[in-house]
């Protein structure tokens, strides 16, 4: 601050007579006048390119845990609390767009029991998959997106995009997870009571393919905790209220989410801040 002022003013007093008043000195003056900031300021500048990179190639959805992580695997040896600082002061943050649901107390489920009963944590891959369902405005209509998500890895193994709630859009995609996971043993499969998971035709599938129902309590998100946060997570970080022009259009991009972000590339806190694939194929 001294330097600064004495730069500012320069003109107006000499530099011996501020230098005695400020207790500096010249040589440190100049040193300064030719150097403005210290060698930590310019290390903070050329950390928040880096910084910067890892934050735009996340789409904006980064924050600093996430952005500390891909600068480690990059090499740097920065601390997490001066990635939080720098983009703190730089106003760097993921962007939100969407509240988080607020817990109803629910009642004992009826079609099928609760058999997860909120054990998220699994040993291996495809002993346990949660479904669901949400919606996507376009301004041609709703569109309706169905996943189902193994809750060993949170790798999205099956999906479904269809412009109306029917019985076949949560059966194609339970379809594509059990073509792509091929399990060989007996799959916990957990979903709310809508009607889709309670139909005939479910019932049948899974019976056929080894696969065990378990339903939440009714009206209790908890119970499905994990298909509740992938959906907000697909809200905050790429859909951010928007509203496409075209399903074509939400199609493409919230398979771009899915398949090219969030499986293989972004971080996720509950596998140590790893991708999904990244965590199966350590763990394989």
Request: with cysteine.
């Amino acid at each position: 601050m001294k330097y600064r002022f004495m730069n500012e003013h320069r003109h107006q007093y000499s530099i011996v007579l501020m230098c005695r008043v400020l207790k500096v000195t010249r040589a440190g003056f100049y040193q300064w006048l030719h150097k403005p900031l210290s060698d930590r300021a310019i290390e903070d500048q050329r950390l928040l390119g880096v910084i910067r990179d890892s934050y735009a190639a996340s789409g904006g959805v980064y924050g600093s845990n996430r952005v500390f992580g891909d600068l480690r695997e990059a090499g740097e040896t920065c601390g997490r609390h001066r990635v939080a600082r720098i983009m703190r002061v730089n106003k760097i943050k993921a962007l939100r767009g969407y509240k988080a649901p607020r817990p109803i107390a629910g009642r004992p489920s009826i079609l099928s029991p609760n058999r997860l009963n909120r054990e998220f944590t699994v040993e291996a891959p495809n002993q346990a998959w949660v479904t669901d369902i949400t919606y996507i405005r376009t301004w041609q209509g709703w569109l309706y997106l169905a996943v189902v998500i193994d809750l060993y890895a949170r790798r999205v193994v099956g999906w479904s995009m269809k412009p109306t709630l029917s019985r076949e859009l949560a059966l194609d995609a339970l379809l594509m997870a059990v073509w792509r996971r091929k399990p060989k043993n007996s799959v916990l499969v957990h979903s709310d009571q809508g009607s889709q998971y309670g139909s005939d035709d479910w019932k049948r599938f899974c019976n056929a393919n080894n696969l065990e129902p378990s339903m939440s309590r009714r009206g209790n998100c908890w119970d499905n905790a994990v298909a509740e946060s992938f959906f907000s997570s697909l809200k905050k970080e790429r859909i951010r209220k928007r509203i496409y022009k075209t399903r074509d259009q939400a199609r493409a991009d919230i398979f771009d989410y899915i398949e090219v972000f969030y499986n293989r590339t972004r971080r996720h806190s509950h596998l140590g801040q790893v991708s999904p694939e990244a965590f199966e194929r350590a763990s394989a």
